[in-house]
């Protein structure tokens, strides 16, 4: 049981352009969210968070929205950049509960186009 | 730099061998760690936690009995994939969370292939 998806495997965007990468969750206990970037063969690197008592939180380039009603959360990335160029992953945790154990998303990766 | 480092990076070895995975946390201590295995082109499967000084609590399916886990001190967990086979060949990855910046960091990961 997949409780953290994202159904987009892969994304090509231009450069300049926006980059927008989707994930959804089904366990309503999850109210931290996060966004990993992760290059082949190292380990994923932290990028955005956003607790559920917010819908929104922007960092630089990076924003993260979400809807807790949907339980859907969107990395957007603005404009995009080659360097841009991994895979994604969202993970979410029951964090309230103490617990820093994180569900990662079956990724997308995303290709920036020079 | 890196706040978690695991050791060895890459590893090859023989089916029927034992292989040890360090993971550190470098510069704060940490109660709990996390390894998670990747298979290629999927996501990050959470493995188990690490709890210091008491067992380790895996995840369901996960055989605690070939993925041996040891959080002998607030800086170190070791993961030991005992009579590995070839379906045991993966990318590990620990993390842990500095609970005082509220922060997860992972390691780089290891390459474990058995031959």
């Known amino acids: 049981d997949q409780q953290v998806k994202q159904n987009s495997p892969s994304l090509s965007v231009q450069e300049g352009r926006i980059s927008i990468l989707n994930c959804d969750y089904t366990?309503?206990?999850?109210?931290?969210f996060l966004w990993y970037k992760k290059y082949p063969a190292e380990g994923p690197t932290f990028l955005i968070s956003?607790?559920?008592?917010?819908d929104k939180n922007e960092d630089g380039r990076f924003t993260v929205f979400l809807n807790k009603s949907a339980k859907h959360l969107s990395l957007h990335i603005v404009p995009s950049q080659p360097g841009d160029s991994a895979v994604y992953f969202c993970?979410?945790?029951?964090?309230?509960?103490?617990?820093?154990?994180?569900?990662f998303g079956t990724g997308t990766r995303l290709k920036v186009l020079a | 730099g890196a706040v978690v480092s695991q050791h060895p990076s890459w590893v090859i070895c023989k089916s029927g061998t034992s292989v040890k995975i360090e993971c550190r946390s470098l510069?704060?201590?940490?109660?709990?760690m996390f390894w998670y295995r990747q298979f290629p082109k999927q996501s990050l499967m959470l493995m188990a936690t690490?709890?210091?000084?008491?067992?380790?609590?895996?995840e369901q399916g996960v055989e605690k009995d070939k993925f041996l886990i040891n959080h002998a001190s607030l800086t170190l967990s070791t993961l030991t994939v005992t009579s590995a086979h070839p379906e045991d060949s993966s990318f590990y990855i620990c993390?842990?969370?500095?609970?005082?910046?509220?922060?997860?960091?992972f390691g780089p990961g290891t390459r474990l292939t058995v031959l």
């Open positions: 956003i607790s559920s008592i917010k």
């Open positions: 690490s709890n210091e000084g008491s067992k380790a609590t895996y």
């Open positions: 366990n309503s206990m999850f109210d931290y």
């Open positions: 993390s842990a969370p500095n609970r005082e910046t509220d922060t997860q960091y």
């Open positions: 993970a979410a945790s029951p964090f309230s509960s103490g617990t820093y154990k994180y569900i």
């Open positions: 510069d704060f201590q940490a109660t709990t």
